[in-house]
């Protein structure tokens, strides 16, 4: 139902590259968290409290030779670190589902690269140890095996490698007289079906189709996904937005 709703809000950007997807998500959600605490909060209250939380720090450092009367100031620093973090929380109340809602979306967007048209892939299915035997994969038209879909279970776990036609398909697994299914989808554009099936029927544990995880960022040779991107660009973004709107 919420798919629905926030596709055809976001699913234009993915036309973009990945990294400017990002950091146009990153940016929409930071700043309505911004606003929302701004207009949630008392902003006088806050930046009196803040202003307080800094006094303190600094009576602090200079008490390090006294230590209980550090102490006794650390104590009421604790207090109004908490009176702020209490009146930080109201705006939470406005925020918490409506970023849920749009976290979903990008997960479901953002964390794996498609399947191509043509793109060899492997599908595998994880038993519990002590089933033994075969397995057997049934593929729809369009879909095609590089090895035979007859296979033995060994160490717990059977794969296949496969390419296809662009299109929607639903993979079925056949093992011990039960008979599992799992959808693919293979497209050219920035979309997929949940790579990871549980399935914890004292049979079979999971099955999954390997998409490779989208990263983002590349920083110093350090790949990122969607995520750490995502809380990266935020914590920037956060930085100059409560600048520029005297966010306390």
């Known amino acids: 139902m919420f798919e629905g709703v926030l596709s055809p809000v976001f699913d234009p950007l993915l036309s973009l590259p990945m990294?400017?997807?990002?950091v146009i998500m990153a940016f929409i959600i930071t700043l309505i968290i911004t606003l929302i605490y701004k207009f949630t909060t008392n902003q006088n209250l806050m930046k009196e409290l803040k202003s307080e939380?800094?006094?303190?720090?600094?009576?602090?450092?200079?008490?390090?030779?006294e230590p209980q009367k550090m102490m006794e100031v650390q104590k009421k620093a604790m207090q109004t670190n908490m009176k702020y973090m209490s009146h930080s929380m109201r705006s939470m109340l406005f925020?918490?589902?409506?970023?849920?809602?749009?976290?979903?979306?990008?997960?479901?967007?953002?964390?794996?690269?498609?399947?191509?048209p043509g793109q060899e892939f492997t599908t595998s299915v994880l038993f519990y140890d002590d089933i033994k035997g075969g397995t057997e994969l049934i593929v729809p038209q369009g879909i095609s095996s590089s090895g035979e879909l007859n296979k033995t279970i060994s160490d717990g776990e059977v794969?296949?490698?496969l390419k296809g036609e662009e299109g929607e398909y639903l993979l079925e697994y056949k093992v011990d007289g039960k008979s599992y299914t799992k959808d693919l989808l293979?497209?050219?554009?920035?979309?997929?079906?949940?790579?990871?099936?549980?399935?914890?029927?004292?049979?079979?544990?999971q099955i999954s189709i390997d998409n490779n995880k989208m990263k983002v960022l590349n920083l110093f040779g350090w790949k990122i996904g969607w995520l750490?991107?995502?809380?990266?660009?935020?914590?920037?973004f956060s930085m100059i937005l409560r600048k520029l709107f005297k966010v306390y």
């Open 19 to 22: 990294i400017w997807v990002v």
């Open 53 to 65: 939380m800094k006094e303190l720090q600094k009576e602090m450092k200079e008490l390090k030779s």
């Open 95 to 116: 925020t918490f589902i409506p970023i849920i809602l749009i976290f979903g979306w990008m997960n479901s967007h953002l964390a794996y690269e498609p399947i191509l």
């Open 159 to 161: 794969k296949w490698v």
């Open 186 to 205: 293979i497209t050219e554009e920035q979309s997929y079906s949940k790579p990871v099936k549980v399935v914890k029927d004292k049979t079979v544990r």
């Open 228 to 236: 750490g991107s995502y809380i990266i660009l935020s914590i920037i």
